[in-house]
């Protein structure tokens, strides 16, 4: 078997050079780096996965999963599975993972505001190693740790990006792309000539509604510009919000007879869709969506009732914060990158 030892001595460098090289811990020179790696290669070093993993379960991390917990809200529910799944495989290796879920509806603007109280009392002396923060809580989850005492631990941001210290990558998909990837859809649905209803439930300032608008926007400008978008609407995530929903999008589609598309950002109750199928009975309105994770969705596209979805790998933002977190804490392996983008694919009935 070839150690490390080996590959020192065919290198003419230290063993802790070649630990350094082949663990990615502290600094070498691109050429011996590169030199280093070619001689193992050609060597066929293979790491020793259970001396790495002996010295995981050492340590004993802790990891913080925080996530959107709503009935309202499916996407994020798979999220949160697969992440749980993925805390049951680091168990071996001595990580425990402590899911943390939001409510909106209980926690009343703990999106901007530190200082509830709720979130203080779900985060006091909460001290972990490191921790996996949907984007627009992270400065929240900071500030909020900070201010009951413990210190600031390594973060990954998932599914929306955000700017906060000791943050080591993001992990989500490209909002701008799955505007334009949209708008191109549109333009095939209709020849280049879409009349486009563009709908959220959601206030409108959130990252995700507003590149794909920018991004639906600027693919008009620059490719398509026959296509118009004839109205924009955006209803608040509340209760109030979603019982008033479907009405307002049948009011916007009675208001605007020439809308053949409608392209709905974050729907959230997705019988808006059944709806829009029995009210535009008399005229053809194709329905473009953001997202597929719940049985009813999948089988409102292969009937036709959702004419394409866009989709953006819940799974992949559930493993991948945990797998970076896991990686840099206990194995001491960076970043490859500061943005895992997850993959946009589009599926129709034929391909559910």
């Not at 109280?117 to 989850?141: C, E, R």
């Not at 209709?190 to 959130?206: L, P, Y």
């Amino acid at each position: 078997m070839v150690t490390i030892k080996d590959i020192a001595q065919r290198a003419g460098v230290s063993r802790g050079t070649v630990d350094r090289v082949l663990h990615d811990r502290g600094k070498v020179s691109p050429q011996k780096a590169e030199k280093i790696r070619r001689i193992a290669d050609e060597m066929g070093y293979q790491p020793n996965i259970a001396g790495r993993g002996l010295a995981a379960r050492k340590k004993h991390l802790k990891l913080g999963f925080v996530y959107i917990k709503s009935e309202h809200t499916p996407f994020h529910s798979v999220i949160y599975e697969s992440a749980k799944q993925y805390a049951q495989e680091l168990e071996q290796y001595g990580v425990s993972v402590t899911f943390f879920g939001l409510e909106p509806d209980k926690y009343s603007g703990f999106f901007k505001d530190c200082g509830n109280p709720m979130l203080y009392n779900m985060f006091h002396s909460q001290k972990m190693d490191g921790w996996a923060v949907v984007g627009t809580l992270g400065n929240v989850i900071k500030q909020t740790v900070e201010e009951s005492g413990s210190e600031t631990a390594p973060i990954v941001v998932y599914n929306m990006d955000e700017d906060v210290e000791n943050k080591l990558a993001f992990v989500g998909c490209d909002y701008v792309q799955s505007g334009r990837l949209a708008c191109g859809i549109a333009a095939l649905l209709t020849k280049n000539r879409a009349h486009v209803g563009i709908v959220s439930m959601d206030d409108g300032s959130i990252q995700s509604s507003m590149a794909r608008v920018a991004g639906f926007e600027t693919e008009v400008k620059e490719r398509y510009p026959q296509i118009q978008i004839v109205a924009k609407h955006f209803v608040e995530n509340s209760k109030k919000g979603r019982e008033e929903f479907s009405m307002k999008v049948y009011q916007m589609l009675e208001e605007h007879k020439d809308i053949d598309v409608l392209y709905l950002l974050n729907p959230g109750d997705y019988s808006v869709c059944q709806m829009v199928r029995r009210a535009g009975a008399t005229r053809d309105v194709r329905i473009i969506t953001n997202d597929l994770v719940t049985d009813w969705q999948r089988e409102m596209v292969k009937n036709g009732t959702i004419d394409v979805a866009i989709c953006q790998e819940p799974e992949k933002q559930g493993v991948k914060p945990l797998e970076i977190l896991f990686n840099y804490l206990a194995l001491g392996i960076e970043p490859e990158t500061l943005w895992y983008k997850t993959e946009l694919s589009v599926r129709i009935g034929q391909n559910v």
